[in-house]
C-alpha cells in the first residue's frame, strides 16, 4: 500500500519531544503536540483568576515546553515561521484528534507503565493502519504492545531518534513481535529519505546498537581514567576531534547530554544484560555515583564535569571532587598526527606511540573493537550498522571496525589480546576465509563482511547516493593540490575541494576552470560540491595576508581579479553549473554559491558573506550579486531604499544563516531557482540530477547584464548617515564605519548624480577597488592576522 505523511501526533512534549516536533516542522508536516494537564495553579495564574478548566492553564506544560525548545540554542527548527506548522493540545481533552494522524509517536517519561498507559489510549483512538511508534532509548519494545489490538501491534515498532532530533542522524528503527515488514520498509525508507537520517534496524536488545556501544565506550573511559591517573582535560584531548570525534569530545559531551541520563541508560544495561562479557563495566565507578548524589548532571544543572564562574571554566578533579583551573593537556604522539589531516590516517601513529597517549589509545581501543565484535550477532546481524550507528547517533567521524580496518585486522587481533581482551570467534574465521577487512570498496560501492555468508555484500541503500570517497580514485579526471575533478556519470563533472578547510586560493580557482573548460568541452554540466564537514570557508586569507603586508597590491588585484573572472565564469558558462553547498559556507564558499545556475543546499548550511570580520567587503563578486539581486527586486512606487539596505545589511551586519531555509529569508539562497535537501548523503546525487535536467531542458548560455539600477548618491548618503549615527551610538568602531562606507559606495554605484543602469563588469572593479584599498590598512591586517591566529574575529 502506499503510505503518505502528513499529520504526525508527538505524546510528550519534553526536550525529546518538542525536537522531534520541530523536526517534523522542518520538513514541512503538520504536527500535534500533546503533554499532560496541570494538577495545580501556578502563583501567576491564580493572580490572574484563571481555574483548572481554563484552556490556557490545562495547555500550559505543553506550551512552556514548546516556547523553551523553540528558544534554545542551537535551535530545533530550520526557521522560527516553521513553528505554526505546531498546534499543542492537552491528552484529557485532545487525545480524539489523533484518529486524523498518519503517525503517532510516543514520548513520555521513560517508565514502561506510564506508557502503557499512553498505549491504551492510542489504541482506543487511532484509526486502523495508523503508525505508533514510541522514541524510548531502552525499553524493550515487546513489552510496550503486549494487549494491544492486533492492528495496534502490526504497526507498532520503536524510533529512536538521538537528541538533538534535528541535528544527530541516527534514526534506530526496533520491531515488535507483530511488527509488518512493510512497515519497517516504509519507516526505513522515511528516515533516509524525509527526515533526512541514517536509518539503522536495531534488534530488541537493552539500548539498542548506537546507547549500547556508545555508553560501553563512555563507561570504558570511565573506569580507565582511574587506572591511568588521567584528568577529564587529558581524555577529551584524547578522545576529541584528533580521532574524528566532537570538540565536546567525552566528558563535555556527558555534561551536554546529562549525567542524569547517561546513568539511566548505563543502569539498564548492567541491569538488562547478565551475560554480557563486560557486565562489571556498567557498575558505575564511585565519583560518579558520588556526582549523581550532589546532582552534578552537567549544563542543565550548571555543573558536572565542568563547571563555568565568570567567564572561567572550571574542571573537576576525580579525586578530591573540587573544582580546580582547566589545565591544558598536551601529548608527544598527538603531535606526531599534526601533518596527517584525515582522522582515520591517524589512527597506526596514534596506537604506536610510546607515551600515555599511546598506552590510553590502545587500551581503549582494544576494549571497543573487543566489544563490537562480540556483539554481532547479539545487537545486529551485520557490521556496517554498528559504524553507521556511531557515526549517525555520537558524531563519530568512522566508526569502530572502520577504525579496525585503518590499523589492519590481525593488528587489531594482536592489541586486544595483549590488554587481555577477547576477540568474538568469527573475526578470526573472517580472516581464514581469505577475507582480510571487514570493508572493500568495488566499482564505487562499499561492501561488508557478512558472517552467515563468510563474503563481501554491497551495503544496503547506497543507490540513492553518490559517496565521493568511493570514486574519488576510479573516477578522477583530473587533480592538482586543492582539488579533484571526478566524473560522476551520465555526462556530470563534479569539483571536490580538497584544501584545509577548503579554502579557495589559486589552485582551487584552476580547478575550477579546468572543470568548467572540460565540461564545455566533452560533458554536459558540472557540480561543485565535496562530503567535508564543511563545503567552504572562503578565500585563502593567508594568502591575501602575506600579499598585502609585502605590499604586493598588483599581484594581490591579479589575484582578487581572478576570483571575480572564476565566479563569473560559474555564471556564464555554455554548460549548468550547480552548486552543492553545506555547513559553513563563508565569504568565498557563498559567493561561488550566488553565481551558481542553481543551488542544491543541505538543510544543515550556515551561509554567508562574513568578509567584515577580516575587515574586507566581499570581493569575488558578493557585493555586486547583493547589488543585483537587489535591483531585481525592485518594483514600480516601492521604496528602493528599503530593497537595497537589507542586502547591504545582510553583509554589514556580517549574517550567517542558521540552516539553508534561513539563507533564503537573507537573500542568500533564491525562492524558485535554488533548493533544500534534508539528507547531506544524497546531496550529490541530487545536484547532478537537477545539472542533467537543465542540460536536458536545453541549456542556454546565459548573457551578461547590463541592466543593474544603482541608486548613486541617493544611496549613499543614506548609508553615510547610518554609518555615522551607529558610531556615534557607539555600536561600531571608526574602522567598522570605513569598511561599511566602502561597501556603501560599492552598492549604491558610487556617487552617481542619479540612478543609472550598469554592468556587472562596473561593479566588479568598484568591489575590487574598495577590497584593495582596505587591503592597505592597518587594522584590516590586524584583524586578518588575529582570524589566522585565533580563528575568530578582532573587533578594533
Not at 505523511?5 to 525529546?16: L, Q
Not at 564511585?286 to 572550571?314: A, C, H, P, R
Not at 554491497?458 to 579526471?477: H, M, T, Y
Request: charged share 25%; hydrophobic share 40%.
Amino acid at each position: 500500500m502506499k503510505r503518505t505523511i502528513k499529520k504526525v501526533a508527538v505524546i510528550g512534549s519534553g526536550i525529546m519531544g518538542s525536537g522531534i516536533a520541530c523536526h517534523f516542522a522542518n520538513i514541512g508536516v503538520e504536527v500535534l503536540l500533546l503533554d499532560i494537564i496541570p494538577k495545580e495553579l501556578t502563583d501567576a495564574e491564580s493572580k490572574k483568576g484563571l481555574t483548572l478548566e481554563s484552556k490556557a492553564v490545562r495547555n500550559r506544560i505543553v506550551n512552556e515546553h514548546l516556547a523553551n525548545s523553540l528558544k534554545s540554542k542551537p535551535s530545533p527548527i530550520y526557521s522560527q515561521k516553521f513553528a505554526s506548522r505546531i498546534t499543542t493540545g492537552n491528552t484529557t481533552d485532545d487525545m480524539a484528534k489523533i484518529a486524523a494522524v498518519d503517525w503517532v509517536i510516543e514520548v513520555v517519561v521513560e517508565r514502561l507503565d506510564i506508557k502503557k498507559v499512553v498505549f491504551e489510549q492510542i489504541d482506543q483512538y487511532r484509526t486502523p493502519g495508523t503508525l505508533v511508534t514510541s522514541n524510548t532509548s531502552g525499553i524493550p519494545i515487546h513489552f510496550m504492545s503486549e494487549g494491544r489490538s492486533e492492528d495496534f501491534q502490526k504497526h507498532f515498532c520503536g524510533t529512536h531518534f538521538f537528541n538533538p532530533a534535528r541535528y544527530l542522524k541516527l534514526f534506530e528503527i526496533i520491531p515488535g513481535p507483530k511488527t509488518s515488514t512493510e512497515v519497517l520498509d516504509f519507516l526505513n525508507n522515511y528516515g533516509e529519505q524525509f527526515l533526512g537520517k541514517t536509518s539503522v534496524v536495531a534488534k530488541d536488545t537493552p539500548a539498542f546498537i548506537g546507547n549500547r556501544i556508545g555508553v560501553f565506550g563512555i563507561q570504558s573511559l570511565f573506569h580507565l581514567v582511574k587506572e591511568m591517573n588521567l584528568t577529564i582535560e587529558e581524555v577529551d584531548k584524547l578522545t576529541g576531534p584528533v580521532i574524528g570525534r566532537p570538540k565536546s569530545a567525552t566528558f563535555r559531551t556527558v555534561d551536554v547530554v546529562g549525567l542524569d541520563t547517561l546513568v539511566h541508560v548505563a543502569n539498564g544495561i548492567y541491569e538488562n544484560c547478565p551475560e554480557d562479557e563486560a557486565h562489571e563495566l556498567f557498575k558505575l565507578p564511585d565519583f560518579i555515583n558520588k556526582m549523581v548524589e550532589n546532582k552534578w548532571f552537567g549544563s542543565k544543572t550548571g555543573q558536572g564535569f565542568y563547571k563555568k564562574v565568570d567567564k572561567d571554566i572550571l574542571s573537576l578533579d576525580l579525586d578530591t571532587l573540587e573544582y580546580r583551573p582547566a589545565k591544558k593537556a598536551s601529548f608527544a604522539t598527538l603531535e606526531l598526527t599534526k601533518t596527517i589531516d584525515k582522522p582515520i590516517n591517524r589512527f597506526k601513529v596514534l596506537l604506536k606511540g610510546t607515551d600515555k597517549a599511546g598506552e590510553f589509545y590502545r587500551k581503549s581501543f582494544a576494549a571497543l573493537f573487543a566489544y563490537v565484535s562480540n556483539r554481532i550477532p547479539e545487537i545486529s546481524d551485520e557490521l556496517y550498522k554498528i559504524d553507521d550507528a556511531m557515526k549517525a547517533g555520537f558524531g563519530w567521524e568512522n566508526g569502530p571496525f572502520e577504525i579496525w580496518d585503518a590499523i589492519g585486522v590481525e593488528k587489531g587481533i594482536e592489541i586486544i589480546k595483549a590488554e587481555g581482551h577477547t576477540p568474538a570467534p568469527w573475526v578470526s574465521e573472517m580472516l581464514a576465509s581469505g577475507n582480510t577487512s571487514f570493508y572493500t570498496i568495488k566499482e564505487g560501492a562499499t561492501y561488508f563482511y557478512d558472517i552467515a555468508t563468510k563474503s563481501q555484500i554491497k551495503v544496503p541503500g547506497q543507490d540513492a547516493f553518490i559517496i565521493l570517497n568511493n570514486i574519488r580514485e576510479s573516477k578522477k579526471v583530473w587533480s592538482n593540490s586543492g582539488a579533484i575533478i571526478e566524473d560522476i556519470g551520465d555526462g556530470i563533472l563534479n569539483i571536490e575541494f580538497q584544501s584545509k578547510m577548503n579554502t579557495i586560493g589559486g589552485d582551487v580557482l584552476q580547478a575550477i576552470n579546468k572543470g568548467i573548460d572540460l565540461a564545455e568541452k566533452e560533458y554536459t554540466g558540472l557540480v561543485i560540491g565535496n562530503q567535508a564537514a564543511n563545503f567552504s570557508v572562503g578565500a585563502n586569507i593567508g594568502m591575501i595576508f602575506m600579499m598585502a603586508v609585502e605590499q604586493e597590491y598588483e599581484e594581490l588585484n591579479i589575484a582578487i581579479k581572478m576570483f571575480q573572472d572564476t565566479m563569473m565564469r560559474v555564471r556564464y558558462s555554455s554548460i549548468p553549473v550547480v552548486v552543492a553547498p553545506h555547513g559553513m559556507t563563508f565569504g568565498g564558499g557563498c559567493e561561488m554559491s550566488l553565481h551558481a545556475d542553481k543551488v542544491v543546499a543541505a538543510a544543515e548550511t550556515y551561509m554567508g558573506l562574513v568578509e567584515f570580520g577580516v575587515g574586507v567587503i566581499p570581493g569575488g563578486g558578493g557585493s555586486k550579486e547583493l547589488t543585483l539581486r537587489a535591483s531585481d527586486l525592485f518594483r514600480k512606487n516601492d521604496v528602493e531604499l528599503n530593497t537595497l539596505q537589507e542586502y547591504f545589511l545582510t553583509i554589514a551586519m556580517a549574517k550567517v544563516s542558521t540552516s539553508g531555509h534561513e539563507a533564503f529569508d537573507t537573500g542568500l539562497l533564491q525562492h524558485g531557482k535554488d533548493i533544500i535537501v534534508v539528507n547531506k548523503d544524497r546531496q550529490i546525487a541530487e545536484a547532478k540530477k537537477h545539472a542533467l535536467l537543465m542540460a536536458e531542458a536545453g541549456y542556454t548560455q546565459p548573457i551578461r547584464r547590463n541592466d543593474i539600477k544603482v541608486l548613486g548618491k541617493q544611496a549613499l548618503g543614506m548609508f553615510l548617515v547610518g554609518t555615522d549615527q551607529m558610531l556615534a551610538g557607539k555600536y561600531i568602531s571608526e574602522h567598522d564605519k570605513k569598511i561599511a562606507n566602502k561597501l556603501a559606495y560599492v552598492m549604491a554605484g558610487g556617487d552617481l548624480s542619479e540612478p543609472t543602469l550598469v554592468s556587472e563588469q562596473y561593479l566588479l572593479n568598484l568591489e575590487r577597488e574598495a577590497f584593495l584599498s582596505l587591503c592597505t590598512e592597518r587594522k584590516t591586517l590586524e584583524r586578518i592576522q588575529y582570524m589566522l591566529k585565533a580563528g575568530k574575529p578582532l573587533r578594533n
